[in-house]
């Protein structure tokens, strides 16, 4: 596999935080276009197709650290979690769990209230370990 360029770096970082992209192209002093292109260009080398992928590659490589937080979930929580972090959309995590797309959202949003995540990338930052 082929090693990321510093900017992609950057990108993948920043991202797998669960910042979006215009918060990224801001803080880097570029066009969102841009971040997309080191997004996809980022994946394309880590063989991360979706953020959520590229979020695990980055735990993975040592990029970010996801904090071991020994969070309590429930065999569906933690089912849609993993299916998330695998990069499954939420859809297939609904029909994989029997519940709504609603209900799946749902679900999110009371997990990353009680972990106090504002964003799904986040939420699955901090759950890396615990699923």
């Given at each position: 596999m082929k090693t990321?360029?510093?900017?992609q770096r950057?990108?993948a970082?920043?991202?797998?935080?669960g910042?979006p992209r215009?918060?990224?192209a801001?803080?880097l002093g570029?066009?969102?276009?841009?971040?997309?292109?080191?997004?996809?260009?980022a994946g394309?080398?880590?063989g991360?197709?979706?953020?959520?992928?590229?979020l695990?590659?980055?735990?993975?490589?040592?990029?970010?650290q996801?904090e071991r937080?020994?969070?309590?979930?429930?065999?569906?929580e933690?089912?849609?979690v993993?299916m998330l972090?695998?990069?499954?959309?939420?859809a297939a995590?609904?029909v994989?769990?029997?519940?709504?797309l609603a209900?799946?959202?749902?679900v999110?949003?009371?997990?990353?209230?009680?972990?106090?995540?504002r964003?799904?990338?986040e939420?699955?930052?901090?759950?890396?370990w615990?699923?």
């Open positions: 990321l360029t510093s900017r950057e990108v970082v920043l991202i797998a935080e910042r215009a918060e990224v801001r803080a570029i066009s969102k276009s841009t971040v997309r292109l080191h997004i996809d260009n394309h080398l880590a991360a197709s979706k953020r959520a992928n590229l695990r590659y980055a735990i993975d490589q040592g990029l970010i996801s937080r020994n969070i309590v979930l429930s065999e569906r933690r089912m849609i993993r972090l695998d990069g499954f959309p939420q995590a609904a994989a769990t029997g519940m709504s209900g799946v959202g749902l999110l949003r009371r997990l990353r209230s009680r972990v106090g995540a964003r799904t990338p939420l699955l930052r901090i759950l890396a615990d699923v």
